[in-house]
């Protein structure tokens, strides 16, 4: 069974920044899209930004040129790059994966908490 721990989250000030990282357990990695997810209190969770296995990304329109997605695989880890935060940004980000052919992503992590505020 696959493991995905995230950990980078904290208490930051509007306009700062945070890099979260995700790292997978298991023999295979780079075969998989990676995603992270956020969800605030009281809202639905949402794709924040997402890689496959070729480096193609894709983000959330609120967080264009804003946060950079990316991976390392001989480190089996993704990475969320995060500047210029807002307080909308506070929330719980996950890290989740599933396989390139597949719709649902299917192992998440516990998530971490990222708050936004002065």
């Known amino acids: 069974q696959v493991q995905l721990v995230e950990s980078g989250g904290g208490l930051v000030q509007p306009g700062g920044s945070l890099r979260l990282s995700c790292v997978a357990s298991?023999?295979?990695?780079?075969?998989?899209?990676m995603a992270w997810y956020r969800q605030a209190p009281g809202k639905q969770r949402e794709l924040v930004a997402a890689i496959t296995s070729d480096d193609i990304t894709q983000y959330t329109d609120s967080v264009k040129g804003r946060f950079t997605i990316s991976r390392d695989n001989a480190k089996k880890t993704v990475y969320l790059q995060m500047i210029s935060l807002k307080s909308e940004d506070t929330a719980v980000y996950y890290c989740?994966?599933?396989?390139?052919?597949?719709?649902?992503?299917?192992?998440w992590g516990q998530g971490t908490q990222v708050t936004v505020s002065s």
């Open positions: 989740a994966r599933r396989l390139p052919n597949s719709k649902n992503f299917d192992s």
């Open positions: 298991g023999s295979i990695f780079n075969i998989y899209v």
